[in-house]
């Protein structure tokens, strides 16, 4: 099953998600190095590795979007292409993957790059994993909790890379798939002599 995005655990720790932010890979060299363009075919599930809140704060919902980074549109002008199911992260729940059903038609030779958020009413947030990177567009503040802007619009640079990624399945093309039809002799001319 073929992906887009990060799927290695952060090795530089994590970063706390505040439920007015969102973060994501955005980096038009990034996307182009992880998985995009994809092959086509349809979304399946989102993953990433976050923690939970510490002691004394709140569970947080979550949840991922894939933007259509397909180019020469810049990532301010990125459309929202899906959002996935939310899935809850507990308060002080040990670092893990988090994996939830995603669903939309991938169109071949498109690129896409993935985002996630939080949603909690308290100071204490949720951690996502991360590598330590070059300076790149890469989060998102002050948006309006809970919800993925409709275009990505202006964010901010950060120095990670999110443990953030998408899977896919591809299309199955039904002309190589074997019938009854292709597996017999073929038929005689009954008007020959």
Known sequence: ????????????????????SMYGNWNVARVALRG?????????????YMSGAPPGGCDVSGQIAIYDA????????????????????PVTALPQWYVTP???????GNSYAA?????????????????TIGNE???KNFIAPGVFPNPL??????????????TYDLPVDDSVSPTAACCCMPH??????
């Open 115 to 131: 985002a996630v958020l939080g949603n909690n009413t308290d100071a204490s947030n949720a951690g996502v994993w991360k590598t």
């Open 137 to 139: 567009y890469a989060s």
């Open 188 to 193: 005689c001319n009954s008007n020959m002599n």
């Open 70 to 89: 397909t180019p020469p549109a810049v990532p301010a002008n990125w459309p929202l292409f899906a959002t996935s199911a939310l899935f809850n992260v």
């Open 153 to 166: 619009g202006v964010g901010a640079n950060m120095i990670h890379e999110w443990s953030l990624y998408i």
């Open 102 to 108: 995603i669903v939309g038609a991938l169109v071949a």
């Open 1 to 20: 099953m073929p992906i887009f995005g990060y799927n290695v655990i952060g090795l530089n720790g994590q970063v706390g998600l505040g439920d007015t």
């Open 36 to 48: 995009s363009p994809v092959l086509g075919g349809n979304l399946a599930t989102g993953h990433v």
